[in-house]
């Protein structure tokens, strides 16, 4: 997120649609330098060709003030087009940054509240295994997990991997809630099982933690 000074001294944000405007803009510009270059294209000299003949008077077969009129706007737009791109870069940036902050914050928030309900349960099954662009990878699912909670499986009414694996089915395309222990802190994830290029709808492999080991 992106923050500039108004006229009158207030702080004003860029947000998601101030993005958009601006590749609106660049689009537009864009479009403008193509139909600068197309006169030029009509006019069959391009961006370099000469406009004086051979003996060095200006060129008699060609519009001249039209060329040097698109030539002029072609560079002044190039400038625009540039200056635009470091806005859009530098928003995206801001914005990105934000998101990564409010995600952290909320996971903060989350690991606060599971703390503050009481005791934490123990996990009944761990994650030692994630492949790559699955729904478990882009959920944030990662090795070493220690589930304390799929779903409506929890400590509480665990009894093997079929209970999980029955969840799953049922909830194709449907977001889940996913609780573990990582680094010695509580997780939350929202995991939605569905078809990839991969086997399975996880994408992950979970093994349960024998009693007494956890």
Known sequence: MKTTEGNN???MTITANDVKNLIKKKDD???QIKAYYDVLDDQGVG???SLV???GFPRSDVNLY???TARHNIS??????KAIMVDIEDALHKLHAREKSKHEQDECQQAEAMEQVGPRPSPFARVDGVTQGSPACRAGIRVGDEVIEFGSVNTGNFQNLANIASVVQHSEGTPLRVSV????KPTQMSLTPQKWSGRG???CNIVPIPSGDS
């Open 201 to 203: 709808l996880l994408g």
């Open 53 to 55: 003949d051979a003996e």
């Open 66 to 68: 039209q060329i040097r």
């Open 76 to 81: 002044c737009l190039q400038n625009d087009h």
């Open 29 to 31: 510009i864009e479009e």
């Open 181 to 184: 222990i990582r680094d010695d």
């Open 9 to 11: 001294g207030a702080t």
């Open 47 to 49: 961006e370099e060709g």
